[in-house]
């Protein structure tokens, strides 16, 4: 080695030694970009027991374990959602804090709900997709309405005499379509959350109701309930004797019902990508697609972007659907 090399090697050594500091102060720097300080809130717009809550509970744990953090479900009902998303919409934007919610509060309420509190675009950064949900028109074990036409021709006899509960804008909306569709006047009371339907179904308060078979299935399948249709394009597997909407008499009844998860607009786009990644790993676990598909619910994930262009799709879509049903802002 040279002199002059002698005297370059400190220099060397002083400039590895800084580019390695460097690279190890990026290397935190990222690892913070996308830390989540948990527990993790998932925020539910509906009560206990309804299909949101059931399927939030299936994921919830999964995703903890991938995060390496605790989950807590937070059951905010009531409001048709309003309450759930407004709390999410003006929580702290670092991950802790995510909503799981459906079309009600994110495509539905904006023709439903005049002056809404939150809008569904700019005040949530979207995280996945989780899937789609099946819902039936269902009634007592005990109802004497065997069909589709038998409750509609009741109501045609007697206006207002034919009630049904709704919980959410799914069955506000397709209870208001198929009266306005039938020429018939239903009597619409509001709940909650689908658990209070079916018991006051069980109880003789209510004729029928739209519900998801996440909250329905086990009166169902015990002979409690009885399904007169699905909200589908095509019939349910578990339940191949019930038709479709259409195959009962009444077309355009087959709107998506879905799931997606948010969080606060302003999250860090390193935390949501960290969360999406998780969470769409979770959402391909055999075990709980199969278990999903049991409670007719299809399960996938999707990126950010893809959850956030169908939000803006289902808004205008839905805008088509409460039109038809004849109900406007209140």
């Known amino acids: 080695m040279t002199k002059r090399d002698k005297r370059r090697a400190p220099d060397l050594r002083r400039r590895d030694l800084l580019v390695a500091a460097m690279a190890s102060v990026a290397c935190r720097a990222f690892a913070q ?3 989540i300080e948990g527990p993790i809130r998932i925020v539910l717009p509906f009560g206990p027991g309804s299909g949101t809550d059931v399927y939030a509970r299936l994921v919830a744990q999964h995703l903890g374990a991938a995060l390496g953090v605790n989950t807590v479900i937070d059951n905010k009902p009531g409001a048709n959602g309003i309450l759930a998303a407004q709390a999410v919409a003006r929580a702290k934007p670092d991950g802790s804090t995510l909503l799981l919610t459906t079309n009600t509060t994110h495509a539905a309420n904006p023709h439903l709900v005049k002056d809404l509190p939150y809008d569904p675009v700019k005040d949530f950064a979207p995280i996945s997709k989780m899937g789609n949900l099946t819902f039936f028109v269902l009634v007592p074990a005990t109802s004497p309405f065997q069909t589709m036409k038998d409750l509609v021709d009741a109501a045609g006899k007697a206006p207002n005499s034919v009630s049904y509960g709704a919980a959410n804008s799914f069955g ?4 208001s379509k198929l009266g306005k569709t039938a020429g018939v006047e239903f009597l619409r009371v509001p709940y909650k959350s689908s658990p209070q339907i ?5 109880g003789g308060q209510l004729q029928f109701a739209f519900v998801d078979m996440a909250a329905a299935a086990a009166l169902v399948k015990s002979g409690r309930m009885r399904a007169l249709a699905v909200l589908a394009d095509k ?3 578990s339940l191949p004797d019930v038709p479709t909407m259409t195959e009962a008499g009444f077309p355009g009844f087959n709107v998506v019902a879905w799931f997606g998860m948010f969080a ?4 860090p786009a390193p935390i949501v990508n960290r969360i999406n ?3 769409v790993a979770v959402l391909q676990r055999p075990d709980l697609r199969e278990r999903g598909a049991q409670l007719g619910i299809e399960i996938f994930g999707s990126t950010p972007g893809e959850l956030e262009d169908y939000v803006k799709s289902q808004i205008a879509l839905w805008g088509q659907f409460t039109a038809d049903a004849g ?3 209140e």
């Open 33 to 35: 970009a996308d830390s």
């Open 172 to 175: 506000m909306v397709s209870g």
């Open 198 to 202: 079916t018991t006051a179904l069980l």
């Open 235 to 237: 019939r349910f597997p």
């Open 264 to 267: 606060p607009a302003g999250t």
């Open 277 to 279: 990644k998780a969470l």
């Open 327 to 329: 109900l406007k802002p």
